[in-house]
């Protein structure tokens, strides 16, 4: 079973790309993060249609032309949730958070929260949408084979960022964002990327600016969150860098996990 997550930064934009990609590669399984759609255009034919001629069932969560997150299945889509469970206020209604059961596992799309500086209100919005995070997947953790996977915008660890001394006082890597991901870690996943890639210069983001992705100078910030009997089943772990190449290419590479 293979699974891909991937900030496509717009499918608008990047929708044949989207769809070669899939051809090529043959997930069974596709999060999409940052779709920049509403649920109304995502649903006309240019989209769905296309991913459903495929083979996809579709589900998507998307407001504006802002965030936005989606689930694609070869292998069933069921118990679909849109967004934290209860009561979501602003902002914690945004269309950052998807999660549906396919193949008999719990998986999760999520696009956090960028935080822009560590004294922007955004930054704490950040802080306590991982909580909110964290306390909608317990349940799912417990119950059944999980994976949350989507763009974190995280690097975990210093391994994680091309030169941790620069982004040692910057959002993406601060004490808190971190602690954020090892707690929701606590609830019973495993961050599956380091067990299959442990080498340095793993990234899954790089900036538009020129010159950044050529040199490697980037993120690890895409995420793969597994329960232990996932983890187990994992066989290999991907970042697809060549797409990240190409032109009009997200800034963000897929994250491809294989499972027995």
Same mark, same amino acid.
């Given at each position: 079973?293979r699974i891909?997550t ?6 608008r934009v990047?929708?044949p790309?989207v769809?070669a990609w899939?051809?090529r590669h043959?997930?069974?399984v596709?999060l999409l993060?940052?779709t920049?759609?509403?649920?109304g ?5 240019e989209?769905?249609g296309? %991913?459903e001629?495929?083979?996809?069932q ?6 504006d032309?802002?965030n ?5 299945s070869?292998?069933?889509l069921?118990?679909v949730q849109r967004? #934290?469970? =209860?009561v979501?206020?602003?902002? #914690?209604d &945004? ?8 193949g008999g596992?719990r998986?999760?799309?999520v ?8 004294? +922007? ?7 306590v949408? #991982?909580?909110r995070l ?10 059944a084979p ?11 660890t210093d391994?994680?960022? %091309?030169?941790?001394?620069r982004w040692?006082?910057?959002?993406h890597a601060?004490?808190? &964002?971190? $602690? =954020? ?5 606590d609830? =019973?996943?495993h961050?599956?990327?380091r067990?299959?890639? $442990? &080498?340095a210069?793993?990234?899954?983001w ?5 010159g950044? #992705?050529q ?6 910030? +895409?995420?793969?969150l597994?329960?232990? +009997?996932?983890?187990?089943r994992t ?5 697809d860098t &060549?797409?990240?190449a190409?032109?009009p290419?997200s800034?963000? $590479? ?7």
């Open positions: 079973m891909v991937w900030n496509v930064n717009s499918v990047r929708q790309r769809l899939l051809r043959q997930p069974d596709a993060q940052e920049k759609c509403t649920d255009l995502f649903a006309q034919p989209f769905t296309e %991913y001629a495929l083979g996809y579709v589900a998507h969560h998307g407001h032309h802002w936005g997150v989606a689930v694609l070869r292998v069933g069921a118990e967004g #934290f469970p =209860g979501n206020r602003r902002p #914690f &945004e269309a950052r958070v998807i999660a549906a059961t396919c596992l998986l999760w799309s696009y956090a929260p960028n935080g822009r500086t560590l004294a +922007d209100p955004h930054y704490l919005y950040k802080l949408w #991982f909580e964290r306390a909608a997947v317990v349940p799912s953790v417990a119950s999980t994976m949350v996977a989507g763009d974190f915008n995280v690097a975990p391994l994680d960022i %091309y030169d941790p001394v040692r006082r910057r959002t601060s004490p808190a &964002e971190r $602690a =954020g991901i090892a707690a929701l870690c609830t =019973g996943l961050d599956v990327t067990d299959h890639l $442990a &080498e210069g793993v990234y899954t790089w900036s538009y600016r020129p950044q #992705f040199l490697n100078r980037g993120l690890r910030i +895409d995420l793969a597994c329960t232990p +009997d996932l983890a187990a066989r290999g772990v991907w970042v &060549e797409e990240r190409g032109s290419a800034d963000h $590479a897929p994250l491809v996990v294989d499972l027995a």
